[in-house]
């Protein structure tokens, strides 16, 4: 067995840890559980784990309550798919009110006041290449179909709804099956918007559009709670390098997650700390397990929710004398996402036998290099990513705004944000991407910072030109989102 093999049986007990705890929305008790369940497991390696705990205000549903969720119209229940997190709460009465049906991209909320505004928002394919660009652009991503995009499109009217004075929101799915819609925790990235909002799809989406259309009472409860003052932990430790102690490489993750796949990062990071507390580097590795990446408002105003870490511990990265220098990042999430597939006009949703397209990211070209090198997981070629002045997606960004040069895996399955249960995870596809990150790892530790490359300084005039270079993605594909 190759040295860097993580052990298939571990990696099962690790899966069926996160099947038990459920989904480890930011500060539950599941996801407080999992960060202690990691640092005892750091601590059983001779690590010596450190805890920033971060303190803020948690809007929940309670689980314990089934009513406090609830969608009435004309007598009939609605089934709704999922609640909008961070919107608002009605209490435990809800709010009875007429229906408006809204139309078009930037909707009137005026028309809605003081009334429950009905909203459709489409699940479309789109040009991932308007997002994320590779390094070789004869391999560029083609149209995908990603639940978070418009559902964070929509969620930017909440606000202007809530001062238009409408009392309420219901987002009606277009596009997307009700297996797909179910259970979906997005968007996660906004503040709170105090105004409660719901999403509904399938043959329920007809029914509540046409009610609004023919502006019907509705009564919707969202018996939402705001806990003050609650806390999440972010745990970091250190294995000190062996000759060249004063660089260090970071090792991140998060642990607040909604399903098996988002988020499994842990495993990579409890696995590279494993094998570098046995045999430490010539530098010194840093393991991050961020908290925050789903309530992201609450912990930082720049980036995500690694930044905090990196505002708070400027001595472990930023160098300059009495402090250490961060020569590299490894960033993993979402191991070994099988692919599903979405089929709205059939009303199907399931895996499709393959793996999802990796996202993977390099920074530099000398890291794009290095991930042909040793990344062996599908038995392709790699299709590496660049991150552009505009965007970076998962818990690399920070890093990337930073200057620190960083391979990151962050696949996005339709699923990625959804609660509910799945066959979201092929074993031997997560031991292969642990092993590559692991041979990542030891190569950088042998790699010269000048042959680790340098990320480009971002400018002002690099985000007009990555979003000008969306923008004229988008257009070339206008026709398709009519």
Excluded at 65 to 86: C, E, H, K, Q, W
Excluded at 276 to 305: C, E, K, N, S, Y
Excluded at 427 to 436: C, I, P
């Amino acid at each position: 067995m190759e040295f860097f093999a993580v052990d298939h049986d571990t990696i099962r007990a690790e899966l069926m840890y996160l099947e038990s705890l459920g989904s480890r929305i930011s500060g539950s008790k599941s996801h407080d559980q999992l960060v202690e369940h990691v640092k005892q497991q750091w601590a059983d390696f001779g690590m010596r784990v450190h805890e920033d705990v971060l303190h803020f205000d948690r809007w929940s549903m309670a689980a314990e309550n089934p009513d406090g969720l609830r969608l009435t119209i004309d007598r009939r229940d609605i089934a709704i798919s999922s609640v909008f997190p961070y919107s608002g709460t009605t209490g435990p009465l809800g709010t009875e009110k007429q229906l408006y049906r809204l139309r078009g991209p930037i909707p009137r909320w005026t028309k809605a006041r003081g009334g429950i505004a009905v909203v459709e928002v489409r699940n479309r394919e789109f040009p991932f290449d308007a997002a994320v660009k590779t390094w070789d652009r004869a391999r560029a991503w083609g149209k995908t179909t990603m639940p978070l995009l418009p559902a964070t499109f929509a969620g930017l009217g909440l606000a202007r709804a809530r001062r238009a004075g409408v009392e309420a929101v219901i987002f009606a799915w277009r596009s997307i099956s009700i297996f797909n819609a179910k259970g979906q925790y997005l968007p996660f990235t906004l503040p709170y918007q105090n105004i409660p909002a719901v999403f509904v799809a399938g043959d329920d989406a007809d029914f509540v559009l046409d009610a609004a259309s023919r502006a019907r009472q509705a009564t919707l409860v969202v018996d939402a709670v705001i806990e003050r003052d609650s806390t999440m932990r972010t745990i970091w430790g250190a294995v000190e390098g062996n000759s060249a102690a004063h660089e260090t490489v970071l090792v991140v993750s998060h642990s607040d997650g909604t399903n098996i796949v988002e988020e499994n990062g842990h495993i990579g990071l409890v696995e590279l700390a494993r094998q570098t507390a046995a045999r430490p580097l010539a530098r010194t590795a840093i393991f991050v397990l961020t908290a925050g990446h789903l309530r992201i408002p609450a912990v930082t105003d720049d980036g995500q929710a690694t930044s905090r870490w990196l505002r708070d511990h400027p001595q472990w990265w930023v160098g300059g004398p009495g402090n250490r220098h961060a020569v590299a990042g490894l960033v993993i999430e979402h191991l070994g996402a099988r692919e599903y597939r979405d089929d709205p006009l059939k009303n199907t949703y399931g895996p499709t036998g393959n793996p999802e397209p990796e996202l993977l990211y390099a920074s530099t070209p000398q890291l794009t290099a290095l991930i042909e090198s040793e990344w062996r997981t599908t038995g392709h070629p790699p299709r590496v990513s660049a991150p552009n002045a505009l965007i970076q997606l998962g818990e690399g960004q920070p890093l990337y705004l930073k200057g620190i040069p960083n391979i990151a895996l962050v696949t996005v399955p339709q699923y990625l944000l959804s609660i509910e249960p799945g066959d979201y995870v092929d074993v031997a596809l997560l031991d292969r991407q642990v092993s590559s990150f692991a041979r990542l790892l030891r190569r950088i530790d042998t790699m010269p910072s000048n042959e680790i490359g340098t990320v480009e300084t971002i400018t002002p005039l690099a985000k007009a030109a990555a979003a000008l270079r969306a923008i004229g993605i988008l257009a070339c594909s206008s026709s398709d989102w009519r």
